[in-house]
């Protein structure tokens, strides 16, 4: 079967679903079973958020979807709706910026390549600096600004990149408390404009309930699917609010004991290697 066709399986509301797949890497000593049949369907603009304990698999998976890496078993349907787009770009955890360009141009970088005209790449570029907080830093090198600002560089950048389909690999990981809250409130300020589909990880359960329509629970080493958790909490959301509704502390208490019994399973399996 054509893969057209087997892309024409998937629900008209969905844009990515992943059947029984498997990822295995070869090391010199041994075999890495890192995903083991995960089974998975993504709506059309819904926010996800993966949340696994270390090694599970996390960002094997979402490097499969970038194409970055390719399974050893099983599909994954991506749906396509714009040619003329990306289908996915991807916010790595690290420091992902071009030094020696400004945040400007940082910014503008996939528009350029992408040979979009000089005017057209300003506008888009100061309406995604000035949406991020960037736009007095414009002319400013990465290495003049702070960790949190960098990171800013690397949303607006995957927004003006304009994917189908963001992928977004912890990208607050290393930021301090402060910088994270203001961060999450400006990418679901962002994210609530675009209705973009959107894949996160986070180790953070307050971060996924603050972001997430669903959070999937993967379980310790090889990943699977544990539990998929509707977050069934109205947005527009802030942090102030979501944690006092009794509703977040319903679901922390929910994700928290999925998650702890495959923490805990990680410790054992480290422990015994
Ligand atoms: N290129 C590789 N070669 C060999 N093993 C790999 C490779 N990439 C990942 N692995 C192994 O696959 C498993 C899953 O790794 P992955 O980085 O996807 O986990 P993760 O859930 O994202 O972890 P973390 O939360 O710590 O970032 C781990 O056991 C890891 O050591």
């Not at 979402?62 to 994954?76: D, F, M, P, S």
């Not at 912890?170 to 990418?187: K, S, T």
């Amino acid at each position: 079967m054509g893969k057209q066709q087997e892309v024409s399986l998937l629900y008209p509301t969905e844009v990515i679903r992943i059947e029984k797949l498997n990822k295995e890497f070869y090391t010199r000593k041994e075999k890495v079973v890192a995903i083991k049949d995960l089974d998975l369907s993504v709506r059309e603009g819904e926010f996800l958020c993966i949340l696994g304990p270390s090694g599970c698999g996390k960002t094997t998976l979402l490097r499969i979807l970038a194409g970055l890496e390719k399974q050893t078993k099983g599909k994954v349907f991506m749906r396509s709706k714009n040619p003329e787009k990306p289908l996915t770009s991807m916010v790595f955890q690290g420091d992902s910026v071009f030094p020696w360009m400004t945040v400007a141009e940082n910014v503008a970088y996939s528009l350029r390549i992408r040979g979009f005209p000089s005017d057209k790449r300003l506008n888009i570029v100061e309406h995604y600096l000035k949406l991020m907080g960037l736009d007095k830093f414009a002319n400013a090198f990465p290495y003049q600004l702070s960790g949190g600002m960098k990171q800013r560089i690397n949303v607006a950048r995957a927004f003006v990149s304009d994917p189908e389909i963001l992928l977004m690999d912890e990208p607050f990981g290393a930021l301090d408390e402060q910088n994270r809250l203001i961060l999450q409130q400006e990418l679901l300020k962002i994210w609530d404009g675009s209705g973009k589909t959107s894949i996160f990880i986070t180790h953070s359960i307050d971060e996924a309930l603050l972001l997430a329509d669903r959070i999937m629970v993967m379980t310790a080493h090889p990943g699977k699917v544990k539990a998929i958790v509707p977050v069934d909490i109205p947005r527009p959301r802030d942090i102030l609010s979501l944690r006092s509704s009794p509703r977040f502390a319903t679901l922390f208490r929910e994700i928290w004991q999925l998650l702890q019994e495959e923490v805990l399973k990680a410790k054992t399996t480290e422990f015994k290697a």
